[in-house]
């Protein structure tokens, strides 16, 4: 019922920097808390950023500084601006999200497919 798509990875340099975006589409009535987490090779996933309904930020240690989380809620999108990329940054990203699809139904948790990036010179 409830989709969401990543974009935005690919292939970049140390020192350099990606724009992911996540889009989520469906039958949505509202978003509560959206946030990317990441999984490299042989560790577990974890979370890089996230962002309430309110615009509220969280950050993982080892990004603050150099990643910025923003959302538009009008377009039910969630961004992550990656700068100054480290090879330890290389990861699949996941998008996340807390929907509802009405307004009486409960908070559902949704993930999307994730999408890669990789830091290599």
């Known amino acids: 019922q409830v989709q969401l798509v990543e974009s935005g990875g690919g292939l970049v340099q140390p020192g350099g920097s990606l724009r992911l975006s996540c889009a989520a589409s469906?039958?949505?009535?509202?978003?509560?808390?959206m946030g990317w987490y990441r999984q490299a090779p042989g560790k577990q996933r974890e979370l890089v950023a996230s962002i309430s309904s309110g615009g509220m930020t969280n950050y993982a240690d080892s990004v603050k500084g150099r990643f910025t989380i923003s959302r538009d809620n009008a377009k039910n999108t969630v961004y992550l601006q990656m700068n100054s990329l480290k090879p330890e940054d290389a990861a699949v990203y996941y998008c996340n999200a807390d929907v509802r699809t009405s307004a009486w139904s409960r908070w559902l948790e949704v993930w999307g497919q994730g999408t890669l990036v990789t830091v290599s010179s």
């Open positions: 469906g039958r949505i009535f509202s978003i509560n808390a």
